[in-house]
């Protein structure tokens, strides 16, 4: 069956299938000729349990064309060692276009890197799940720099340094300039994705008390 991740890709699994949440970092373990999949067993909190059979989940996981998306249905779990949830898809995969990731403006530089080229602009927002960033001029863009590019972003916010893989997703003209956006590889390192969150959270609190 195709549409599906790899054995051994890095997936968010999301119980239910309007979840806010980007889902559980997790990894797949197995997949049968059918299409089953088996995903290591997500941690939950105190208060969830395990879905109960045939309860709708997604799975998400990143793609050079974009963080794809697959409505699946929970079979059975956890069972193995390492745990794992069995689940069947419901449904075709398709390119997620929801945004999942708060984002804040922030200041601060990257870095990115495309090939043995690099790019320094300034930040001008950050999420968990990737940067947009301005360059003065157009004519530092080097010609390898365009979208669905694979690059390495080096990310300085307040002396803190994030290094994070994904691709560009979009580049404009902007003014004498350009924008770049890049999305991070999902899911991101946990201790990285929670330091995000929190720079983002602090930056949404200082502007809305500058705004009020």
Excluded: K
């Excluded at 898809?89 to 398709?94: D, F, I, L, R």
């Excluded at 320094?120 to 979208?147: I, K, N, T």
């Amino acid at each position: 069956m195709t549409g599906l991740p790899e054995l051994n890709s890095r997936v968010l699994v999301a119980v239910g299938p309007e979840s806010a949440d980007a889902g559980r970092p997790s990894r797949v373990e197995d997949v049968e000729p059918d299409g089953a999949l088996a995903v290591a067993a997500p941690q939950l909190s105190a208060s969830e349990g395990v879905p109960l059979h045939g309860e709708p989940l997604m799975v998400r996981w990143s793609t050079p064309r974009g963080l794809m998306a697959l409505p699946v249905s929970f079979l059975r779990g956890p069972v193995g060692s390492p745990s794992v949830w069995w689940v069947a898809p419901a449904g075709p995969a398709t390119i997620d276009q929801r945004r999942h990731f708060a984002r804040a403006r922030v200041l601060g530089s990257v870095t990115i890197s495309v090939g043995d080229v690099e790019v320094r602009a300034a930040v001008a927002d950050l999420s968990e799940g990737g940067v947009r960033a301005g360059l003065r001029s157009v004519g530092e863009l080097p010609a390898d720099l365009e979208p669905e590019a694979p690059v390495v972003a080096r990310v300085v916010v307040d002396g803190e340094e994030f290094v994070l893989d994904g691709w560009v997703r979009r580049l404009l003209p902007h003014g004498p300039g350009a924008e770049v956006a890049v999305e991070f590889r999902q899911p991101v390192p946990a201790q990285v994705a929670d330091r995000l969150r929190h720079i983002v959270l602090q930056s949404q609190i200082l502007e809305r008390r500058a705004s009020s």
